[in-house]
């Protein structure tokens, strides 16, 4: 790959789906890969080819150093991949703080807005670790697709777009093509909404509403995240691409999405105790806020929100989205 640096160390902090897949991708991408889970057990079976509590039946390459070990898995690391869920962020980057060293980049893969504070994702990363420059991968790409070697394509955004593009080059494999942007914001904002977009539309399936709704759904959902973009400084072609559309298209129609599952379990008014995680939950109520907050008109990010605070039921919600004033398509 033109300019990838010959051996890149990468620590990987976190041992869930996305931390083992991406793992593997940059061993396969030829790093030296360390990754930190904090449970002992997980570690051990990644280290033995498996993740059985979260890629379940799917065995692969050995080669990750996994350890509990926080500062044996920063030690060397020139790139270090946060891959922990996003409202653990700031409890995890308080530890790694110690153990970094400065100027390595750290590259947020996790997707979420901070629900105590709406702080982004990468203003925590600036916040606590202002020696380190930011990254942010995101895109099209589950968990158990990129383990098994499926390809799919992914965006990696910095401010600085050399780093970008080094990044990306380093991380591209045979089955992950790396894109480059300098729209951090862009980036991150599509994949933390996308989640919100897909309990919506995993709750118009569960309510057995139709393949027309579970459309209109998704595209009156897109337009509320080029608002909200808008209002946040994304550069529009962003929300066009892999972190925006491209991971609004996946994760809106898919049952290996969790977030679209729990949106099923909404509508079909099942429990919602124990499921596996789903990011958009404590996004959707941020999110909502952060709406109102900037005088951003989102009518699906509140009715989520609405719907998972048990203020009002999914037909409600669709009532209230079916009788909303009509309006010209094309106003943002
Ligand atoms: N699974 C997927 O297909 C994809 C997931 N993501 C994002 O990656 C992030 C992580 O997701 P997954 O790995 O799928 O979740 P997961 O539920 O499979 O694993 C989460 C991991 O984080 C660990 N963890 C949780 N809180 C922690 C803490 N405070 N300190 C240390 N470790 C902690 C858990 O023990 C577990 O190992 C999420 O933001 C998700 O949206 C992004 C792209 C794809
Ligand atoms: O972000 C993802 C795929 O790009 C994974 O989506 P879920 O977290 O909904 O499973």
């Excluded at 996946?250 to 379990?265: D, E, H, I, K, P």
């Excluded at 099942?270 to 996004?283: D, I, K």
Aim: contains cysteine.
């Amino acid at each position: 790959m033109n300019g990838k640096a010959a051996i890149s160390r990468t620590a990987v902090l976190g041992g869930g789906a996305w931390g083992t897949a991406l793992a593997l991708a940059a061993l396969h991408a030829g790093h030296a890969v360390r990754l930190w889970a904090r449970d002992a057990q997980m570690a051990a079976a990644i280290a033995k080819g498996e993740n059985p509590r979260y890629l379940p039946g799917i065995s692969f390459d050995t080669g990750i150093a996994s350890t509990t070990d926080l500062q044996a898995a920063l030690a060397d690391a020139d790139c270090v991949l946060s891959v922990t869920p996003a409202q653990s962020l700031r409890s995890v980057l308080s530890e790694v703080k110690a153990h970094i060293r400065p100027g390595i980049p750290l590259v947020l893969c996790a997707k979420g807005i901070e629900r105590e504070t709406g702080a982004l994702l990468s203003s925590i990363v600036t916040e606590i670790l202002p020696g380190n420059p930011v990254a942010v991968l995101s895109g099209p790409s589950f968990a158990a697709d990129v383990a098994r070697g499926l390809p799919t394509a992914v965006v990696v955004a910095a401010g600085d777009d050399a780093l970008a593009m080094d990044l990306a080059a380093r991380f591209s494999a045979r089955n992950l093509r790396c894109y480059s942007s300098d729209d951090v914001i862009g980036v991150e904002l599509g994949g933390a909404l996308k989640n919100v977009f897909a309990i919506a539309a995993g709750a118009v399936v569960g309510a057995e509403l139709g393949a027309s709704a579970q459309a209109a759904m998704v595209t009156r959902g897109f337009v509320e995240l080029r608002r909200l973009g808008a209002a946040f400084g994304a550069q529009p072609e962003t929300l066009m691409g892999l972190s925006g559309l491209g991971d609004l298209m996946l994760t809106c129609s898919s049952t290996q999405s969790r977030n679209f599952t729990y949106g099923v379990a909404l509508g079909r008014g099942e429990s919602l105790e124990g499921r596996p995680l789903a990011e958009g939950v404590p996004t959707a109520a941020i999110a909502a806020r952060l709406a109102a907050r900037h005088g951003v008109e989102a009518p699906i990010i509140s009715a989520v929100a609405a719907i998972l605070a048990g203020a009002i039921t999914v037909g409600e919600a669709v009532e209230a989205l079916m009788t909303r004033p009509l309006k010209h398509e094309n106003t943002i």
